[in-house]
């Protein structure tokens, strides 16, 4: 069974930077189409960044693109996600999620089977 745990958020100002990281046990992270998703109380859960297993072809949301980067240590078994230039509306609690379906990518929320508990992150001066 996968078991996943983010950590890394925190509180930063407006424009600053923050990484957050996703462990993974039980097994490898290799095996998994991953994302990492969002959300604040009364929104849905929103994604943000993707990430292939077989390939690492990447994907971001319009409101990410060119600030966040998403990567992965399989060495580590680690999922990484690099924020940059962080504006207030970034701010929200971050799950990593992982799947084994192999379909359109990136995948739809439901299709994931794996959840982090969430970090917090809050951007504000």
């Known amino acids: 069974q996968l078991e996943l745990v983010e950590s890394g958020g925190g509180l930063v100002q407006p424009g600053g930077s923050l990484r957050l990281s996703c462990a993974a046990s039980g097994d490898t992270l290799a095996n998994y189409n991953l994302g990492w998703f969002r959300q604040v109380p009364g929104k849905e859960r929103e994604g943000v960044s993707y990430?292939?297993?077989?390939?690492?072809?990447?994907a971001y949301a319009d409101s990410v693109k060119g600030r966040f980067t998403i990567s992965r240590d399989n060495a580590k078994n680690t999922v990484l996600l690099q924020m940059n230039s962080l504006k207030p509306d970034d701010t929200a609690i971050y799950y990593c999620?992982?799947?084994?379906?192999?379909?359109?990518?990136?995948?739809?929320?439901?299709?994931?089977?794996?959840w982090g508990q969430g970090t917090q992150v809050t951007v504000s001066s």
């Open positions: 990430i292939r297993c077989f390939d690492d072809m990447t």
């Open positions: 999620t992982a799947t084994v379906v192999d379909g359109p990518f990136p995948p739809p929320k439901d299709e994931y089977d794996y």
